[in-house]
Structure formats: C-alpha cells, structure tokens
C-alpha cells in the first residue's frame, strides 16, 4: 500500500515516519514530501497512486485544503487524513470526503489506531487489489481493471489508464480479487464481468481502452473449454443484475 505524507514541519513529519516505519514489513511503502507542489509532480510526473494521503492543514500558509482539492480531482478513491494544529479548519476539510482528522501532537496509538481503521475500510471495500513489482506495492482501484493475463511467470494487469507487472501466480491472484466482479476465461485470463461486451462462440470481448480513453475497437479474449460454463453463468447472473 502506497501512503504519502505531506507536512512542512520535519519534527512531526519525522516524529510520524518513526511511527510507521514497523509497518514497512506489511508492505507498506511511505513517502515524505514537504510541500504541496513536491507531491502533487510526483503524482504527476510518474503517475504515482497513494490509497492513503497524510496532509498538514497548516502547512505553507494553510494549503492543506488546496492540496487535498487539487488530489481529489484526479482521485476519488483514497483516503485523505488531515493533521492540523486544532479543529478550526475541521469544517473544510470534511467537504473533500476526509477520513480523519488528527490533532497535533499525535501519539503512536492515536496513529496506528488511525492506519488500523484505514486498513480495515479499504478491505471491507474490497475495492482495492495490491500487488508488488520491483521495490514498489501498488494499490489499484478493482473497477480500473479491465483484465490480467499471464505469460510465464509474468502477469499483466491492464487497467482504463495503463498496464502493470507483477509476478503474482494466478491462484494468488484469484484470491485477491473480487469474486463477484472477475471471472476466469482461460488459464491465462481474468476478466472484470463490468467491462465484457459481448461474448461469441470461444471468445470474450471487452472494451478496449488507451490512456483512460475508450477506444472504438474491443479486444478478443480466448476463452478455454474448461471455464466457458462458469463464464456463462457468472456473465448471465451480472447481466440480470444490471
């Protein structure tokens, strides 16, 4: 899980980073920045996504709230937690779907109980799948996921916006994802039931996306004997429920 933390003031943002650093073993990966423009050209610059965004209210002269404005135009998924030096801003701030708001000083069991309560939502969500590729764990929203394909040891998640690698095994892949929402095709396939179009003889069709724009064209996935009566099934049971 990627978690961003942004706070002029490096005693408490060092104070926080000393705090987390345990979690590091889970997976979580934390990033330090000490303004907003830092943060918000990372996410730009390498299309970084955080599922969690730890913002100093008071930082350069109160541009928290503008920071968490500018994150929510590009994501409304992750949680923004606001850390302020009193509760003056409290009213702002929740009108940019805030998680928590924390007040300065903030203890170790005030923080963990805080990341415990984040962790616990984003799972009973069950809208995120995480997987690591190089030094990196990603979180990735499950409706972006269009499909995952395996060749080898690599599997590719392609997504409306761009394609991802990880070395997950299908099977640890099945147990992340959503069961209602994906269904295996084939050995080397899984499919988000949202974005199928039509389904033909040995082959799945979804819709084909390019830098999050939809595209004209759809992309054919096979479809093996072993799984097209679970497919049929699960597609019939979603499309009723539409």
């Known amino acids: 899980m990627n978690i961003a933390l942004c706070d002029d003031d490096q005693i408490e943002i060092g104070k926080i980073e000393t705090y987390l650093n345990p979690l590091r073993e889970q997976h979580y990966e934390f990033d330090f ?18 599922s969690i965004y730890f913002i100093s209210i008071e930082m350069l002269k109160n541009k928290g709230i503008q920071l968490a404005q500018q ?7 992750a949680l923004i937690i606001f850390i302020s030096d009193d509760n003056t801003h409290m009213p702002e701030a929740f009108k ?22 984040a962790n616990d939502y984003l799972n009973e969500r069950n809208t995120y799948f995480d997987f690591s590729f190089g030094r990196k764990t990603i979180f990735l929203a499950m409706n972006e996921i ?11 998640i392609h997504t409306t916006n761009t394609i991802y690698k990880t ?10 994802l959503n069961t209602n929402a994906f269904v295996r095709t084939h050995g080397s396939y899984v ?3 949202n974005y199928i179009v039509e389904i033909v003889k040995n082959e799945a069709f979804v819709k084909h996306f ?16 072993k799984f097209k009566d679970e497919l049929k099934i699960k597609y019939s049971n979603f499309v009723n429920t539409l």
Do not use: H
């Open 33 to 50: 920045f000490s303004s907003e423009n830092k943060l918000l050209k990372q996410i730009q610059k390498t299309e970084t996504s955080y």
């Open 71 to 77: 994150i929510r135009k590009v994501d409304l998924e």
């Open 96 to 117: 940019v779907q805030t998680f928590d708001y924390l007040l300065k000083p903030i203890s170790e069991e005030q923080l963990m109980l805080t990341m415990k309560r």
């Open 146 to 156: 269009v499909y995952i394909s395996k060749s080898g040891r690599v599997a590719y």
């Open 167 to 176: 070395y997950l095994t299908m099977s640890e892949i099945l147990k992340k």
């Open 191 to 193: 499919l988000n039931l």
């Open 210 to 225: 390019k830098e999050g724009l939809q595209q004209d064209t759809k992309l054919s996935i096979p479809i093996s004997r």
